[in-house]
């Protein structure tokens, strides 16, 4: 400063007046004393000229113009262009202010140095400390030290939109001010916020939507190697997280005992982790090497209703599980079900098993409400009857050896001739066969395997058909048991017939021998022989059993006989409590009587066949649901 004001003092030499010149040389002055003065005593800017033009001016209130004879501060210097606005030094009493116009490198502020001193160099230094400059005070934590202020105009006034503010970041002590960096941004001072924030030990913090690291060549470190972004010829854009990176990922997490490898934690609506695969590899594979842990590669928890793991293919399997010597797939729920497969494809299947399955107990829904169009099945017995069951052994080579078909001596049906006569109990397979000596990583992801086409048969419908034709064969053998015990009845019915006619006219003829010798006897005896005849009426009428029972679709079948010397029969159903609810009437000879049971509650019944007004037997019926 004092070099420059000296300076000064010699410019002005030249625009003194001719009357000082005879007190300031251009050699030098010996006379000048602690109250010389060179300017002006009166309210008149002080200016100096080069080739007639106004180069310096100091006005009236000591400012100072450089390249202006309108200073706004202590120093104001101007380059070319137009007159400054007051508005460009509005805050303050700044100490510079520099202005530049139209050229690029017009408004620019060079510091230059020259040394082949490793450091020296240009250094612009900012001073803070509390107290005054006269008596400067310690520091506190989180005071401003300095910062760089960037402002633009937006057509009335500037505003300050963004900041590198450099802090006191800790408390200070004898030798050490901590001090932190931070920059700051925004669209004007009240917008303004830190975005990024180092530490005084270099702690990093980022407040924003992106970082973006971009560097040319070579690898980008951050921490010593804890995140190593890889850029070069070799490992473009590759990252290695707590380590090196590998050449064939993208990112690679070393993890060790203490770290685990991603940790992922989204508590809002959005996707966890979401990867877009495109090619040939795996979208996910995960080795595991331990030989002795019993923890999965993969656990999926979910502690509301959603699936734990769910998998989704459009052409090929979505959950594949192999292994060599433990379970491929485990399944294990507490409250629901351990394994759930679905198919909205009626030609596939919801599960498939390539070898035996065991089950420790079977279900199959059966329920009414899961029903309609419900028929009674007819002719069961003649339709099974046209089955040809066989022997076989299954194929074990070449292709079918994929399918690891039982082996050993089985008993079955053909598909091909079931179709004929039950076709909806058929259906056409295809299944894509995984070829299991392929190594899956060493084929570079894709799973090898064939697709196989036959006919698959559902025996487990075969079990009502079989009901069916084993009551209609029970039917069948105990109608045929009837007509037996009927033909039995009618030949002793016949020979009792037989005796009785010969008893009684041999008793005519013993009453007329009686008549003739004067002791009648017929009248008692032809009473006694008419009571013995109703009583054999009534031993030879039947009651059968009703099938089915209890009764199936609210209908069931009773069987009885009501021989021809009978007037009159009926078969009466009462409750537990012996209370009559149905009454029929029924002809002579032998028959069978359908009972609708759909106004029978549920309970036990009793049905009782009388024959001339008198019981000739009773059978339990039972009714379980209507």
Known sequence: MNKFLFTLSIVFIYAMHTDCAAQWQLTGNNNATNTSLLGTTNAIDLKLATKNATRLTIDTNGR??????????????????????????????????????????????????????????????????RGTLANPNVVANNDFLMSFLSSGFDGTAFQNPAAIDFFVDGTPSAGNVPARISFVTGSNSSTRAERLKIGNTGDFSFNGSQLTLSKSSGDVAIGSGNLLVAKNSFLQGKVGVNGDTLFSTALTVNANNLLSGITVNNLTDGLALYANKAGRNQGLYIVKESKTSVAACIVGESTGTSPGIEGY??????VYGQSDSGYGVHGLSFNSIGIYGETTNPTSYAGYFNGDVFSTGTFTSSDARLKENIQDVDNALKTLSMLQPKTYTFKSDGSYSALHLPSGFHYGLLAQDLEKSFPSLVKETEVFIKDINKNIREDKGVVAGKKINYKAVNYIEFIPLMIKGLQELTLENDLLKKANEQLTRNADEFKLQTNNTINDLQQQINSLKELITGKNTYSSNFGSQQRGYESTLQSNAELGQNIPN??????????????????????????????????????????????????????????????NGKRVATKQLIITSN
């Open 64 to 129: 100072i113009g450089i390249g202006t004879t309108s200073p706004l501060n202590i120093l104001t210097v101007k380059g070319a262009g137009s007159t400054p606005a007051n508005l460009w030094a509005n805050a303050g009493a700044p100490l510079f202010v520099g202005f530049g116009e139209n050229t690029v490198g017009n408004a620019d502020f060079i510091l230059g140095m020259g040394s082949p001193a490793y450091n020296s160099r240009p250094v612009f230094i900012g001073r803070k400390s």
């Open 313 to 318: 293919s459009k052409s090929n399997t979505a």
């Open 550 to 611: 209890p009764p199936i679709n609210k209908s069931t079948k009773i069987s009885y006989n009501l021989p021809g010397r009978s007037s009159n029969g009926e078969i009466i159903i009462t409750d537990i409590n012996g209370i009559k609810v149905k009454q029929f009437l029924i002809t002579q000879g032998r028959g069978v009587l359908t009972v609708n049971t759909t106004e029978l509650a549920s309970g036990t019944y009793s049905y009782t066949l009388f024959a």
